[in-house]
T-cell receptor, first 109, second 115 residues
Framework: LAKTTQPISMDSYEGQEVNITCSHN???????ITWYQQFPSQGPRFIIQ???TKVTNEVASLFIPADRKSSTLSLPRVSLSDTAVYYC??????????FGKGTRLHILP | EAQVTQNPRYLITVTGKKLTVTCSQN?????MSWYRQDPGLGLRQIYY???????DKGDVPEGYKVSRKEKRNFPLILESPSPNQTSLYFC??????????????FGQGTRLTVV
């Protein structure tokens, strides 16, 4: 049973804000929500992680509603170099770290 | 520099010839894992290890073995490789922070072709 559901692909334009939403209806109390970015033929790279409310770093923001059944990764003012696959995961201390198929984000000029 | 190092980066081998892909991390992480990535299937976990001498099966463990004799190393062993194990393999390590969750670091990948 998949832990997360996210769109298969998205297109956007340079300079726009991109929001990718992930559904995780069965999230457990001790699960964290984590997002990774992957470029072709490279290993995934950690972007951001959160447990509840909002988290922001130099790269992105992560919005988590009170029920934690979904989350939204927000990428401000994207550029062509943000074209990549983005994975949403729910992880906890005692379990496997499972990646789904991710969202293929394509940024257009 | 904190890193996860896999070797080799590229490997072409023949069916049935045993091979080992090495993975080493210099961050003193407890958790290490192996993934394979195939077109259209995303990243699938093969095996993971929560600490030395502790290993568990991931989603696609058939045809693979691992060992964790030291904290820093987590080799992936293919005893009798077959063509359906042709794939891109990634090793990862992570440290669990009690209050902040975890961040996984990935190696550069090993592209394996079995003919």
């Amino acid at each position: 049973l998949a832990k997360t559901t996210q769109p298969i692909s998205m297109d956007s334009y340079e300079g726009q804000e991109v929001n990718i939403t992930c559904s995780h209806n069965n999230i457990a109390t001790n699960d964290y929500i984590t997002w990774y970015q992957q470029f072709p033929s490279q290993g995934p790279r950690f972007i951001i992680q959160g447990y509840k409310t909002k988290v922001t770093n130099e790269v992105a923001s992560l919005f988590i509603p009170a029920d934690r059944k979904s989350s939204t990764l927000s990428l401000p003012r994207v550029s062509l170099s943000d074209t990549a696959v983005y994975y949403c995961l729910v992880v906890n201390r005692d379990d496997k770290i499972i990646f789904g198929k991710g969202t293929r984000l394509h940024i257009l000029p | 520099e904190a890193q996860v190092t896999q070797n080799p980066r590229y490997l072409i081998t023949v069916t049935g010839k045993k091979l080992t892909v090495t993975c080493s991390q210099n961050m003193n992480h407890e958790y290490m894992s192996w993934y394979r990535q195939d077109p259209g299937l995303g990243l699938r976990q093969i095996y993971y290890s929560m600490n030395v001498e502790v290993t568990d099966k991931g989603d696609v463990p058939e045809g693979y073995k691992v060992s964790r004799k030291e904290k820093r190393n987590f080799p992936l062993i293919l005893e009798s490789p077959s063509p359906n194990q042709t794939s891109l393999y990634f090793c990862a390590s992570s440290l669990w922070h009690r209050e902040a969750g975890t961040e996984a670091f990935f190696g550069q990948g090993t592209r394996l072709t079995v003919v």
